[in-house]
């Protein structure tokens, strides 16, 4: 079974440039999360999708990021303008469903370097 | 709000040696408790969870928690290091009915032959 997949590995860009990360998730995973993790730190939620649904997006900064999950499948991720501290590791994780519980996959990660 | 606390930025053991990683949490209600690892240039693996019942659970790879309720803490043990246990270990929780894992800064193993 495949397992989350994420590209690009790794994404090098200048500030106030666009950049978009891509997830595809373990099939039939229901629910789609990304996550932020810095340095030395534990991954925060950016947004938790239901299928098609983001139903948690409270963490994530709506000036300049946004997602989508269209057909409740992949799922994409963009930074625009992309600012120095959005350097990070942007990982997207899936599971079955939300229920109390459920363990989450996750992808190899994206690791953004804004200069 | 629910937090998640690793005392430990490193953990250091000799390989054949018992290993405990520590976690303390702060949730309401009953916790949802996780363990993840996360090797170099790989994604965060599921280790063992606890939900309820038993306050010992066993996961992967040999290693297992013991949840503690009185102390508020989840800490990962395993009787016998291995040098490839080395890696990142995350502690995470969530509550009762709401999957939003919130995840401790995580603790470095570093396992010496």
């Known amino acids: 079974e495949a397992g989350v997949v994420q590209s690009p590995r790794y994404k090098i860009i200048e500030k106030k440039q666009p950049v978009a990360f891509w997830c595809n998730p373990i099939s039939g995973h229901n629910t789609l999360y990304w996550y932020l993790q810095n340095l030395g730190q534990g991954p925060e939620l950016l947004i938790r999708y239901e299928n098609e649904e983001a139903v948690d997006d409270s963490q994530l900064p709506k000036d300049r990021f946004s997602a989508e999950r269209l057909k409740g499948v992949d799922s994409t991720l963009k930074i625009q303008p992309a600012e120095l501290g959005d350097s990070a590791v942007y990982l997207c994780?899936?599971?079955?469903?939300?229920?109390?519980?459920?363990?989450?996959?996750f992808g190899s990660g994206t690791q953004l370097s804004v200069l | 709000a629910q937090s998640v606390a690793q005392p430990e930025d490193q953990v250091n053991v000799a390989e054949g040696n018992p290993l405990t990683v520590k976690c303390t949490y702060s949730v309401s209600g009953n916790p949802y408790l996780f363990w993840y690892v996360q090797y170099p240039n790989r994604g965060l693996q599921f280790l063992l969870k606890?939900?309820?019942?038993?306050?010992l659970v066993k996961g992967s790879y040999g290693f297992e928690a013991e949840f503690n309720k009185s102390q508020t803490s989840f800490h990962l043990k395993k009787p016998s290091a291995l040098v490839s246990d080395s890696a990142l270990y995350f502690c995470a929780a969530h509550k009762t009915g709401f999957q939003k894992l919130v995840f401790g800064t995580g603790t470095r193993l570093l396992v010496s032959p």
């Open positions: 606890y939900i309820t019942g038993d306050n």
């Open positions: 994780a899936s599971s079955l469903n939300s229920r109390g519980g459920e363990k989450l996959f």
